[in-house]
């Protein structure tokens, strides 16, 4: 079964055509961060128009990489939310003409779907169930997955996100955007023992099982040692070395626990903070220690991308879940379209906002 992922949720046009049994034939990807750069962060406007133009160059690239015309498409795949609603729509509208024109189911997913199974890209996948820390820009989550589409909420961020704390503090370190990449990269020259910065609700875990996140208070606590101290260039280092192991130490406490809560043994991570080379190295020693095994996405598909939708969506059509359409029921052999039917199929919404736990 041949799937083609559109992804457009934020600044990243993502388009990929995976194959069920041939594994990911293609992929493209267009960032439109060099954009949004000179304003600081995301401009929604700006994000939807730039998808317009991108979207459809880059399904005829993937088609022409692959070798596939569009005919051979059995499903289309798109991310319908949480995300900007304008930039949702784009990918969203083309995904269901696409779909529409060619007589074909267009599913919808949900983008953190995308980024905890994105895992399953990768050579040594891991296996059902597992649980996962979701670390994006706009997410922080621990979830139980039992299969696709179970999905049980372990503990989420209260404000911050962990990308979004990682952005926030590069800001304040004058690294630009998006700045978790960067206060990375800066975070390697620091002492990370130079300043003593909290771990928000750390305390709260092991006193009554709490695996809830807050990093809005730790970017507070910058703030205030920035203004305080006004760092040179060496003492940003520092700084951002110290701010990198306050996060990397909650993440990686609370990864620790749910496994312990859950009795699991497989850690996924995803979502861009699960390219922080830091967050890899102590999860990679300290679960390991304790006889569990972390799985990360390859470094590409960390970030947003069309290739972990179209997987998405593949995994769901395989688990007979794809979506409640005539033409997902028809391709699973249970029921045959009306015109009626049929057309009310590809009348989309998209959801800006979407709670996992609720998406099947
Ligand atoms: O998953 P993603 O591409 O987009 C969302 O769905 O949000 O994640 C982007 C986030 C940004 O906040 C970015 O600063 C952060 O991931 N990020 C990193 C690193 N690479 C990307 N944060 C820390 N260290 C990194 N190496
Ligand atoms: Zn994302």
Redesign the pocket.
Known sequence: MLILGIET??D?TGIALFDSERGLLAHALHSQIAMHEEYGGVVPELASRDHIRRVLPLIRRVMHQAGAALTDIDAVAYTQGP?LAGALLVGSSVANALAFTLGIPALGIH?LEG?LLSPLLAGNPPRFPFVALL?????TQLMRVAAVGNYELLGETVDD????A??KT?HLLVLGY????A??QLAGEGRADKYKLPRPMLEQMHKTGNLDFSFSGLKTAVLLLVRKEAPDTAARADVAASF?EAIVDVLVAKSLYALEQTGLNQLVVA???G???R?RQRLDREATEQGYTVFYPEFEF???NGAMIALAGALRLGAGIGANTPEALRMQGSVSPTPDSAARTYAFTVKPRWDLSTSV
């Open positions: 949720s934020c990243e995300g983008h980024h670390v994006s820009g706009g997410h996100a962990a990308g979004e990682f952005d590069a998006p700045g978790g990449p206060l990375a990198q979502g861009g903070v390219a922080n080379r967050l960390c970030t947003d």
